[in-house]
């Protein structure tokens, strides 16, 4: 199996420099993977390299101030449309002949479809798994600004448990914690993601119902369970799908561990609705 070559994107913004970074395995159809709010590169396919296989070339990056990924050059600098800003710089420097995939997770999936609301012809489709919530003040299961705190403090474990949702089922408690302090320990600025975190969920992605209505590409989108993930409500997933149209909607089983929470399990859930469309060779 080709091995991930590691991907710089750096830009020049009205704010100071900003850079990216990631990487990027295999050859074929471009799929670019954007992840969500506290996590890293990591947290779309979870290691799964089934879309390599499969055809693709699949490019993950961390978003500003995540993972290796430089802060952004202002503390407040985390807004959706800087965010997509720094995603049409990546497919710039890419310049992939081939209509891209965007696979965004929660705040990369309003990522993804804010450029594509932007009428960027460089999408082929859309993956869009537990998307937020599109109205402002929507009730949220955890208070950013006391995982801000922690984080901004240095203090790993109480952020970790900080950010566990109210109304989670308690049989899911130790899978999640571990799950969100292994995406915490990631990151080289803990205290950018504080700034990200006392940001992005004030951020209203640039868009709403109405104009969800116009995207023309195909989209499958991804929910999860609302006791195993209470952060994204079900709900909101089904008014993404039910506004976007011809959208597909994908949920685990009941009882079942959520699909975004497992690799391999999207991943060919991917496969099978892109190979669907044309966008993937037969397997």
Same mark, same amino acid.
């Given at each position: 199996?080709?091995?991930?070559m590691?991907?710089v994107?750096?830009?020049?913004?009205?704010?100071?420099?900003?850079v990216?970074r990631?990487?990027?395995?295999?050859?074929?159809?471009l799929?670019?993977?954007?992840?969500?709010?506290?996590?890293?590169?990591?947290?779309v396919f979870?290691?799964?390299?089934l879309?390599?296989?499969?055809g693709?070339r699949?490019? *993950?990056?961390?978003a500003?101030g995540?993972?290796?990924?430089?802060?952004a050059?202002?503390r407040?600098?985390?807004?959706?449309d800087?965010l997509v800003d720094d *995603?049409?710089?990546?497919?710039e420097q890419l310049a992939?002949?081939?209509?891209?995939?965007?696979?965004?997770?929660?705040?990369?999936?309003?990522?993804?479809?804010?450029?594509?609301?932007?009428g960027d012809?460089?999408?082929?489709?859309?993956v *869009?798994?537990?998307?937020?919530?599109?109205a402002?003040?929507?009730p949220?299961?955890?208070?950013?600004?006391?995982?801000?705190?922690?984080?901004?403090?240095?203090? =790993?474990? =109480?952020?970790?448990?900080r950010?566990?949702?109210q109304?989670?089922?308690?049989?899911?408690?130790q899978v999640a914690?571990?799950?969100?302090w292994?995406?915490l320990?990631?990151?080289?600025?803990p205290?950018?993601?504080?700034?990200?975190?006392?940001?992005?969920?004030?951020?209203r992605p $640039?868009f709403?119902?109405?104009?969800?209505?116009?995207?023309?590409l195909?989209v499958l989108?991804?929910?999860?369970?609302d006791?195993?993930?209470?952060?994204?409500?079900?709900?909101?997933?089904?008014?993404?799908a039910?506004?976007? $149209?011809g959208?597909? *909607?994908?949920?685990e089983?009941?009882?079942?561990s959520?699909l975004?929470?497992?690799?391999?399990?999207?991943?060919?859930?991917?496969?099978d609705?892109?190979?669907?469309?044309? =966008? =993937? $060779?037969?397997?």
């Amino acid at each position: 199996m080709e091995t991930a070559m590691p991907l710089v994107v750096e830009r020049a913004t009205a704010l100071g420099r900003q850079v990216l970074r990631g990487e990027v395995a295999g050859a074929g159809r471009l799929i670019v993977g954007l992840h969500g709010l506290t996590a890293t590169r990591r947290n779309v396919f979870h290691g799964s390299r089934l879309l390599e296989r499969a055809g693709a070339r699949v490019v *993950l990056y961390d978003a500003r101030g995540h993972g290796a990924s430089d802060p952004a050059p202002r503390r407040d600098a985390y807004t959706y449309d800087e965010l997509v800003d720094d *995603l049409e710089a990546l497919l710039e420097q890419l310049a992939d002949p081939t209509p891209a995939v965007l696979v965004g997770v929660s705040m990369g999936a309003a990522t993804a479809a804010a450029l594509a609301l932007r009428g960027d012809a460089r999408l082929a489709a859309l993956v *869009l798994v537990t998307p937020p919530p599109l109205a402002a003040g929507a009730p949220r299961a955890v208070d950013f600004e006391a995982v801000a705190d922690a984080l901004a403090a240095g203090e =790993l474990r =109480l952020a970790a448990e900080r950010a566990l949702p109210q109304g989670l089922d308690p049989r899911w408690r130790q899978v999640a914690l571990a799950a969100i302090w292994q995406r915490l320990s990631r990151h080289r600025h803990p205290h950018a993601v504080a700034d990200a975190l006392r940001v992005v969920p004030r951020s209203r992605p $640039p868009f709403d119902e109405e104009r969800l209505r116009s995207i023309e590409l195909p989209v499958l989108v991804v929910g999860s369970r609302d006791e195993a993930d209470p952060l994204h409500p079900l709900a909101e997933a089904e008014l993404w799908a039910s506004t976007i $149209p011809g959208a597909q *909607l994908l949920v685990e089983e009941p009882g079942r561990s959520p699909l975004a929470w497992q690799g391999a399990q999207l991943s060919r859930a991917i496969c099978d609705f892109l190979r669907a469309r044309g =966008l =993937l $060779p037969a397997s």
